[in-house]
């Protein structure tokens, strides 16, 4: 008896400690069961008092496109001089950098030669002259003949025929003078305008080809800068517009002046901005021109921290949402919310932020800072910042 009353109380333990297990099991699941849909049984291992930062979703029905293109500041006026003749150069009266006005002689070619042949041309249409004056005297005799009877028709032609010679050979030897004396001018290379002299190519004694830079002048004053823009952006640029532009950390006004009708080496196309004030400017100089364009297009501003890359290309943002108040559990109490992964198509985006649509409420809370350390569920604690919804 005793023997098997040991062995009935021995059982009877097993089942009640079996029974109790059982009751714990089911409730451990009851307890589980209470969370919120979305939220990862997960979460019981992280953190649930983590706080993140957000910001409110801002919509906006367009935003606007900006882009900045660097030119350069040229001068409106930059030639390379050269004489019209081939010569032995004789003279510089100018170094680089030097100051020089219009008319101011650069350069002289050697007009020796040219000087000798002017001479002699001289002396030739002086022949000329006083042969055509001998035949006009002859004419007039033979005239006077020929109504005396004295000389016959022939003869008379003759006088004029050779009258007409001697001055048709005047006017020859005058445009071979002529042509002697513009040779002499164009042996002195005149300045066109007021500039500088930014370079100069060639030193006395060399023998210059006809059309062979001599030196470079450059306009001192109404500078210009050309600047490429993308076929984007053109249209928003039109002849006349008054833009700013920024010149050596200094804002400098310029009125567009000409849009070239060729693309450049960059598939870009030229404008031409003239400038109202050029203190302190020099050729080559870089300026940067800003450009907007406005984009009909509903979404939102997201910092580049918020997005996170998916598969096949696609982009999410994290949303924080309210966890529903029926939850009660101790690992929970801290947390008011959970992370929820939305979809958003990228519109544009720039240095530090991007403009975004998708499946995404207006003034939900999304995840601004740090969401590479978060996961789908995690249970954390917001701290909200302002935000207007404008491009940064």
Do not use: C
Request: hydrophobic content about 40%; overall charge negative; cysteine-free.
């Amino acid at each position: 008896m005793d023997s098997n009353h040991k062995k009935l109380m021995n059982g009877s333990r097993m089942l009640l400690a079996f029974m109790s297990f059982i009751v714990f099991i089911l409730a451990l699941l009851v307890t589980g069961s209470k969370q919120p849909f979305g939220i990862a049984r997960a979460s019981e291992s992280i953190t649930p008092s983590q706080v993140v930062s957000t910001g409110l979703v801002k919509y906006q029905d367009e935003y606007y496109l900006e882009r900045a293109f660097i030119g350069q500041v040229e001068p409106n006026q930059l030639s390379d001089l050269g004489f019209e003749l081939t010569g032995l150069l004789n003279v510089i009266n100018f170094e680089e950098g030097d100051l020089v006005k219009k008319g101011d002689i650069i350069a002289v070619l050697d007009t020796d030669r040219l000087v000798a042949q002017q001479s002699e041309a001289r002396a030739n249409l002086a022949k000329v002259i006083a042969d055509a004056r001998l035949k006009e005297s002859t004419l007039v005799r033979t005239i006077k003949a020929f109504e005396g009877k004295a000389v016959s028709a022939q003869e008379l032609d003759q006088a004029k025929e050779d009258r007409e010679s001697a001055i048709a050979l005047v006017s020859v030897a005058k445009s071979q003078l002529d042509s002697i004396t513009v040779d002499i001018n164009k042996s002195s290379l005149i300045a066109p305008f007021d500039g500088t002299i930014v370079k100069k190519f060639i030193d006395v004694g060399t023998v210059v080809r006809q059309g062979q830079t001599i030196a470079e002048l450059q306009e001192n004053k109404n500078f210009e800068v050309r600047i490429g823009i993308s076929n984007n952006l053109i249209n928003s640029v039109q002849l006349g517009d008054q833009k700013n532009l920024l010149i050596n950390s200094n804002e400098y006004l310029g009125i567009v002046s000409a849009k070239l009708p060729s693309r450049g080496q960059n598939r870009t196309i030229d404008i031409i901005l003239e400038l109202t004030d050029t203190n302190q400017l020099r050729a080559g100089d870089l300026a940067r021109l800003s450009l907007k364009k406005t984009v009909n297009e509903r979404g939102f501003w997201v910092p580049l921290t918020a997005l996170r890359e998916g598969k096949r290309g696609l982009w999410s943002i994290y949303i924080a949402s309210h966890i529903p108040n029926k939850v009660n559990h101790a690992s929970n109490l801290e947390a008011t919310h959970f992370i929820e992964r939305r979809t958003v198509i990228v519109e544009h985006i720039n240095e530090s932020s991007a403009y975004v649509s998708g499946a995404v409420d207006s003034e939900e809370q999304m995840i601004i800072e740090g969401a590479h350390k978060l996961v789908p569920g995690q249970l954390v604690r917001i701290k909200t910042f302002e935000s207007d919804g404008a491009s940064v």
